[in-house]
């Protein structure tokens, strides 16, 4: 099989080495925009050269980003070539328009690093949907957030120290908004519901709450009920419009996602025939997340001919049957929370069952009052 590589950063350059140290994979281009010495003849800078060669059957984008990640990839499909990316952004984005390409041209597609990083996690998906259906997902997405959350819980730290300690090992980007604000476990949510309810979800329909505004006692409130304070992914099918969202959550100690410390990632389904199973395992990271692009790239050099699924129904995500409590932190008085509270709790107050739409909605407006409110579901 004969690659062309696009962008050679963190990921890149473990595609780069590990498919070095294989005789079945030649990686014969490298796509730069600027000089790399060590990569020899093989960089290139214009995307051209990787389109006209006719020996080049995959394409590997781990440049990130929308553009020009969606032009190059669009032009690979057309040219005839499979792709395979790492690009949680450009395909939660592109959804629809890479997955119909990648039919038209009749090239795989497969993106298993973009959600899981070193997880199999779509790959595992897509498998247990030959034979089962997928009644709902959820999860540790995201190892930034984790890590926080569990040096808050572990070490007592507060959340600038502990995200300035993230960035410093290189857990967290230059700027975390994507990650402290939900937005990478958004895309990962998306994909994984496209996926699993044969759904095109947009960005804007998949609500997302993150832990900017988390302090130490919101994690003192967790401990008080004897819940460890998680950020997870949901997505559920009900009947006609499936429920996603993404949001901090009070788990019960002893459940599984509660055990997860340091940046690692946990992502279970449940199904009619098989019940829960769960993956666990390094979120990111060059080695792990490298690994599934050049596994992607097997697949493919065995037989793997598409996308994980090419069902892909306009439904909208309904999140009002979704109810659970809530704890919430608002500085004010408002109305509608005084009347769904039912107790105070350290700082902040616990609610009844409360749907999630209703909850999301009302903080997206309440963010106006009280910019540091923070809220995290119950369960
Ligand atoms: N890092 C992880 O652990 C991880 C895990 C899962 C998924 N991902 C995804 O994998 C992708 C890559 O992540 P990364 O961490 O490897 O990023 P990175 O270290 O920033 O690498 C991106 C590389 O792409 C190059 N690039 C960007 N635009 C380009 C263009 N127009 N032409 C040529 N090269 C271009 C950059 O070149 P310059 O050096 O010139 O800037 C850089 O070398 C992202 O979509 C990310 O979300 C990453």
């Given amino acids: 099989m004969k690659i062309a590589l696009l962008g050679c950063g963190v990921v890149g350059g473990g595609v780069l080495e590990i498919c070095d140290s294989r005789d079945d994979l030649e990686l014969k281009y490298v796509l730069v925009r600027r000089e790399k010495k060590e990569l020899g003849d093989r960089a290139v800078f214009d ?69 899981g990083g070193g997880i199999p996690w779509l790959y595992n998906l897509e498998r247990v949907m030959r ?34 300690l993230a960035q410093e090992l290189g857990y967290a980007e230059a700027d975390p908004s994507a990650d402290i604000d939900g937005l990478d476990i958004q895309r990962k949510c998306i994909i994984t519901a496209n996926v699993a309810f044969g759904a095109c979800l947009l960005e804007e329909e998949v609500p997302v709450f993150g832990i900017r505004h988390i302090l130490a006692c919101d994690i003192a409130a967790a401990v008080s009920m004897n819940r460890i304070c998680k950020m997870l992914a949901f997505g559920k099918l009900n009947n006609g419009s499936p429920a996603v969202y993404v949001e901090p959550s009070f788990v019960r100690c002893g459940e599984l996602e509660a055990a997860v410390s340091t940046n690692r990632n946990v992502i279970s389904f449940d199904t009619e025939l098989t019940g829960k199973e769960s993956f666990y395992g390094q979120g990111a990271g060059r080695y792990p997340t490298a690994y599934n692009a050049v596994a992607d790239c097997l697949d493919i050099k065995n037989g793997v001919k598409s996308f994980y699924t090419d069902i892909m129904n306009p439904v909208k995500p309904d999140n009002s049957a979704e109810k659970h409590p809530y704890y919430v932190r608002f500085k004010g008085s408002d109305e509608w929370l005084d009347s769904v509270s039912i107790e105070k709790c350290g700082e902040g107050v616990v609610t009844a069952d409360v749907s999630v739409a209703q909850m999301h909605a009302w903080a997206a407006k309440a963010k106006e009052a009280d910019p540091a409110l923070f809220f995290a579901g119950v369960i």
């Avoid at 070539?81 to 497969?110: D, I, P, Q, S």
């Avoid at 997405?141 to 572990?154: V, Y």
Wanted: proline share 2%; aromatic share 6%.
């Fill in 47 to 115: 995307i051209t050269t990787i389109l006209n060669d006719k020996e080049i059957d995959t394409v590997v984008e781990v440049m990130g980003g929308l553009s020009p990640a969606f032009e190059y990839v669009s032009a690979a499909m057309k040219a005839g070539k499979n792709v395979v990316t790492a690009n949680k952004h450009l395909v939660a984005h592109h959804y629809c328009e890479l997955l119909e390409l990648a039919k038209e041209n009749g090239v795989a597609f497969r993106c298993t690093p973009a959600v």
């Fill in 131 to 164: 034979l089962d259906k997928v009644l709902s997902f959820s999860g540790i997405m995201n190892g930034t957030t984790n890590f926080i959350l569990d040096a808050m819980h572990t070490e007592g730290s507060d959340f600038a120290e502990v995200l300035a």
